[in-house]
């Protein structure tokens, strides 16, 4: 969730990255608060992490389920796995170029996007690549 949303927290209408509470402490790595959003209830977490560059970082993630801090990072952490995997096939192997309309040969252009995906992941690990 962008830190820019705004919600609604403690009865008032505030941006995420301006609500003090959400920001983990001390040693802490995540926070979780309970807000409203466009009239759902969700948990938002902020997980303190550090980009590529060693600055830190926070990212929001919102959830419609109630759960520790670090449940939550844990989870994402899980999820962003999964994410990149769809930002590579979308972007770098062509999964959005089938331009068949028949169902099955979209499913086999999709399964050959990701035999693809797969067979570029092993190579990364047994070569030691950073990146695909």
Not at 26 to 43: D, E, M, N
Request: with cysteine; aromatic share 8%; glycine share 6%.
């Amino acid at each position: 969730m962008h830190a820019n949303r705004i919600v609604e927290y403690n009865g008032s209408k505030i941006q995420l990255r301006k609500i003090n509470d959400l920001m983990p402490k001390g040693r802490k790595i995540a926070r979780t608060i309970s807000v409203i959003w466009q009239g759902l209830s969700l948990y938002v977490t902020c997980i303190r992490g550090n980009d590529k560059h060693g600055d830190e970082t926070f990212v929001c993630q919102a959830a419609t389920y109630k759960a520790s801090p670090g449940k939550h990072a844990k989870v994402y952490k899980r999820r962003w796995a999964i994410e990149k995997l769809f930002r590579t096939i979308k972007q770098s192997m062509g999964l959005q170029e089938c331009v068949s309309r028949k169902t099955q040969k979209q499913f086999d252009h999709a399964c050959a996007v990701l035999l693809a995906y797969s067979m570029t992941q092993l190579e990364m690990k047994k070569c030691h690549y950073k990146n695909p």
